[in-house]
């Protein structure tokens, strides 16, 4: 499969955020994950509706927005008409049959979805939902900050998961030059990946380091 990176912008300069974006469109960036937090499901507040409304003027890339709050199905519509491509929610915030509502009304409207789990939620949680979502983002960390430590014990479960869906898996945290070649064997294809892109000298060389792991 496509190995595609995804910078999360939670460890850009957000005194400059468009320029952060638009270098790393330039640098080979597949999409922009922007990190949604709201004090409650995760003890971090980030960004709303109105800053992704302004990064979507900022890049042709596509807006992955990852939803860490606890009442996602409240905020939406807000981020689709922000302009959001990919919208992904947590199992932990949501219920099947919502989700399956979520899936219709953003399938209308032309925007992914995706479903998260935290290092500590079991596959099984998820494991019925599958032909539902469009991707499955799989944490890496505890969600909540960029630049913390990778978990292999996540490396299982990406494995397993890997053995029941087609689509895309995407994983989230601690993801650099060393890891990124672990969970990619493991069966992961989108790589989100904060510090290990924005915090690095050379933006095209860190994607690159990426997308050329194995
Ligand atoms: C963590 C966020 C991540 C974060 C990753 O809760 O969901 O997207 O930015 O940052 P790094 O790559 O620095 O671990
Ligand atoms: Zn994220």
């Given at each position: 499969?496509?190995?595609?990176?995804?910078?999360?912008?939670?460890?850009?300069?957000?005194?400059?955020?468009g320029?952060e974006?638009?270098?790393?469109?330039?640098?080979?960036?597949?999409?922009?994950?922007?990190?949604?937090?709201?004090?409650?499901?995760?003890?971090?507040?980030?960004?709303?509706?109105?800053v992704?409304?302004?990064?979507?003027?900022?890049?042709k890339?596509?807006?992955?927005?990852?939803?860490?709050?606890?009442?996602?199905?409240?905020?939406?519509?807000?981020?689709?008409?922000?302009?959001?491509?990919?919208?992904?929610?947590?199992?932990?915030?949501?219920?099947?049959?919502?989700?399956?509502?979520?899936?219709?009304?953003?399938?209308k409207?032309?925007?992914?979805?995706?479903?998260?789990?935290?290092?500590?939620?079991?596959?099984?949680k998820?494991?019925?939902?599958?032909?539902?979502?469009?991707?499955?983002?799989?944490?890496?960390?505890?969600?909540?900050?960029?630049?913390?430590?990778f978990?292999?014990?996540?490396?299982?479960?990406?494995?397993?998961?890997?053995?029941?869906?087609?689509?895309?898996?995407?994983?989230?945290?601690?993801?650099?030059?060393?890891?990124?070649?672990?969970?990619?064997?493991?069966g992961?294809n989108?790589?989100?990946?904060?510090?290990y892109?924005?915090?690095?000298?050379?933006?095209?060389?860190?994607?690159?380091?990426?997308?050329?792991?194995?």
């Amino acid at each position: 499969m496509k190995i595609k990176i995804a910078p999360s912008i939670l460890s850009a300069d957000f005194a400059c955020l468009g320029e952060e974006i638009k270098k790393v469109e330039s640098c080979g960036a597949d999409m922009i994950h922007v990190d949604v937090m709201d004090g409650h499901f995760v003890p971090n507040i980030t960004i709303g509706p109105l800053v992704v409304k302004d990064i979507r003027k900022a890049t042709k890339l596509p807006l992955d927005v990852h939803l860490m709050i606890k009442q996602p199905q409240k905020f939406i519509n807000a981020f689709v008409a922000a302009g959001s491509d990919m919208l992904t929610v947590h199992i932990e915030t949501i219920s099947k049959l919502k989700i399956k509502n979520l899936k219709l009304k953003l399938k209308k409207k032309g925007v992914k979805l995706g479903v998260s789990l935290n290092p500590g939620t079991a596959l099984i949680k998820i494991k019925n939902m599958l032909d539902l979502v469009d991707f499955v983002l799989v944490m890496t960390v505890e969600p909540g900050f960029g630049g913390q430590d990778f978990m292999p014990e996540v490396l299982p479960k990406i494995k397993k998961l890997r053995g029941l869906f087609v689509g895309d898996i995407a994983v989230d945290g601690g993801i650099n030059k060393k890891t990124s070649r672990q969970v990619i064997k493991a069966g992961a294809n989108v790589l989100v990946a904060g510090s290990y892109i924005f915090k690095s000298k050379d933006y095209k060389e860190s994607i690159t380091r990426l997308k050329c792991t194995v």
